[in-house]
């Protein structure tokens, strides 16, 4: 290596060293200036909100605070007051299938005003109920809610094609009693059985003739609470 060249190399690597510790005294500088940046960028920008709650299965949860337990229930006794629930029931008016919906509202924590739409096909004749009941409670803790209710309607009669006759209406009172198991704060399985009479005439009998009927559902209620 000639004296010329050796002395370059040993100028560039003198360079080298010099520039070094300029650039590791800039770097702290830099970057105590960027964190300023962003501590004043965070203290200006607002709050991001909470994200919503997530079940385990990455689905958003309808209520957040079931998304971890999809089967608690909240402490106390249940809470009816300004509380929606629809029912869609199956179960038997006699010996016949019967078909129901069911549309509650609690105005208060023990009473609730339900009105009801429900089928009882059969094979001559097939009946369509339509009904306004209340139902009475007193608000238990845990799953197990039992009340007492009582209703109005009336039940069209219609003729089937094998017999050549008019729909008929008819008065229908019911009394009854049922039980809600509750699976979680907003939904219940609901088990009752009333007591339905029909009010009807015989053209070989004089005045109103009753006819009784015993009704047993099974539904489920759907719970959702109404702000006013």
């Given at each position: 290596?000639?004296?010329?060249?050796?002395?370059?190399l040993?100028?560039?690597?003198?360079?080298?060293?010099?520039?070094?510790?300029?650039?590791?005294?800039?770097?702290?500088?830099?970057?105590a200036?960027?964190?300023?940046?962003?501590?004043?960028?965070?203290a200006?920008?607002?709050?991001?909100?909470?994200?919503?709650?997530?079940?385990?299965?990455?689905?958003?949860?309808?209520?957040?605070?079931?998304?971890?337990?999809?089967?608690?229930?909240?402490?106390?006794?249940?809470?009816?007051?300004?509380?929606?629930?629809?029912?869609?029931?199956?179960?038997?008016?006699?010996?016949?299938?019967?078909?129901?919906?069911?549309?509650?509202?609690?105005?208060?924590?023990?009473?609730?005003?339900?009105?009801?739409?429900?089928?009882?096909?059969?094979?001559?004749?097939?009946?369509?109920?339509?009904?306004?009941?209340?139902?009475?409670?007193?608000?238990?803790?845990?799953?197990?809610?039992?009340?007492?209710?009582?209703?109005?309607?009336?039940?069209?009669?219609?003729?089937?094609?094998?017999?050549?006759?008019?729909?008929?209406?008819?008065?229908?009172?019911?009394?009854?009693?049922?039980?809600?198991?509750?699976?979680?704060?907003?939904?219940?399985?609901?088990?009752?059985?009333?007591?339905?009479?029909?009010?009807?005439?015989?053209?070989n009998?004089?005045g109103?003739?009753?006819?009784?009927?015993?009704?047993?559902?099974?539904?489920?209620?759907?719970?959702?609470?109404?702000?006013?």
């Amino acid at each position: 290596m000639t004296p010329v060249r050796a002395g370059m190399l040993a100028f560039v690597a003198s360079l080298a060293l010099a520039a070094a510790p300029a650039h590791a005294q800039d770097a702290p500088a830099d970057s105590a200036a960027g964190s300023e940046v962003a501590v004043g960028a965070e203290a200006a920008s607002p709050v991001a909100p909470a994200p919503p709650a997530h079940r385990r299965d990455g689905l958003e949860a309808l209520v957040p605070a079931l998304a971890e337990n999809a089967y608690t229930l909240e402490s106390g006794p249940r809470p009816f007051l300004d509380r929606l629930a629809v029912t869609p029931a199956f179960g038997a008016l006699g010996s016949e299938r019967l078909f129901a919906i069911r549309v509650a509202y609690n105005p208060n924590r023990w009473l609730g005003y339900e009105a009801e739409l429900a089928h009882n096909p059969s094979q001559a004749v097939h009946a369509i109920l339509h009904r306004l009941s209340i139902l009475v409670r007193r608000p238990l803790s845990g799953r197990l809610q039992p009340y007492v209710t009582a209703g109005y309607g009336m039940a069209v009669v219609l003729p089937g094609r094998s017999v050549n006759a008019d729909a008929v209406t008819k008065n229908m009172l019911a009394l009854g009693g049922g039980l809600e198991l509750y699976i979680r704060d907003d939904l219940a399985l609901r088990a009752e059985m009333r007591r339905s009479t029909v009010f009807g005439r015989q053209a070989n009998r004089e005045g109103l003739v009753a006819y009784d009927y015993a009704e047993q559902t099974l539904g489920l209620a759907f719970y959702r609470t109404i702000r006013p």
